[in-house]
């Protein structure tokens, strides 16, 4: 199986900062990467799609990025709205697997 | 407007057999390209694959709940299905079903708990 790794269980950061999530794949899994954003109570949102192709109706402040296997979600300017629990998804290979998750936080 | 929601049992006891109902709306799974898999979360916890059906009923299941799992669909009715046998605690979590390829869309989740 594909281990995805998000180092970070949590992360706090001010309003308007950049911010940075990552994700480490075990393996080579080309741009089969997806985001997604969860908040408390809520079914996941797809944020990122194809490792780098923000989806539908998303804020252009986030944005993803792929450096050989490891794959990043920027958001440019923390917003209020932005706090939740970001999760990343690989669909490679079969079992598809999810990272861990990174929360999110406003300090 | 594609929606999705999930229902089940809510509650069910150890060894019986989970069955769950995706009706979906705003796509076809007669469609070339269309799927819905499915996942849950145990609360508090992160989210799991567990399968996955296709427009061409090509399936895909997860191997860590072995030969536990059995997913179909019914195109007429919009409708795709989860199986899970032989339930146990472990089992007790939020299921939701999403659209494929990149799961875009989701359903709001049902709570699933077992226990005796």
Redesign the interface.
């Known amino acids: 199986d594909i281990q995805m790794t998000q180092s970070l269980a949590s992360l706090s950061a001010s309003l308007e900062e950049i911010v940075t999530i990552t994700c480490q794949a075990s393996q080579d899994i080309g741009n089969w990467l997806a985001w997604y954003q969860q908040k408390p109570g809520k079914s996941p949102q797809l944020l990122i799609h194809s490792a780098t192709s923000l989806a539908d109706g998303i804020p252009s402040r986030f944005s993803g990025s792929r450096s050989g296997t490891q794959y990043s979600l920027k958001i440019s300017r923390l917003q209020v709205e932005d706090t939740g629990i970001y999760y990343c998804l690989q669909r490679y290979s079969n079992p598809w697997t999810f990272g861990g998750g990174t929360k999110l936080e406003l300090k | 407007q594609v929606t999705l929601k999930e229902s089940g049992p809510g509650i069910l006891q150890p060894s019986q057999t989970l069955s769950l109902t995706c009706t979906f709306s705003g796509f076809s799974l007669s469609t070339y390209g269309m799927g819905v ?1 499915w996942i849950r979360q145990p609360s508090g916890k ?4 567990l399968a ?1 059906i296709w427009w061409d009923d090509d399936k ?5 709940l072995k030969n536990r799992l059995t997913i179909s669909k019914d195109t007429s009715n919009n409708q795709a299905f989860l199986k899970i046998t032989n339930v146990d605690t472990a089992d007790t979590a939020t299921y ?1 079903c ?1 659209r494929m ?4 869309y ?4 049902v709570m699933v708990t077992v226990s005796s």
């Open positions: 898999g992160g989210l799991e694959w996955n895909y299941y997860n191997p860590s939701y999403a390829g990149d799961f875009d989701w359903g709001q989740g």
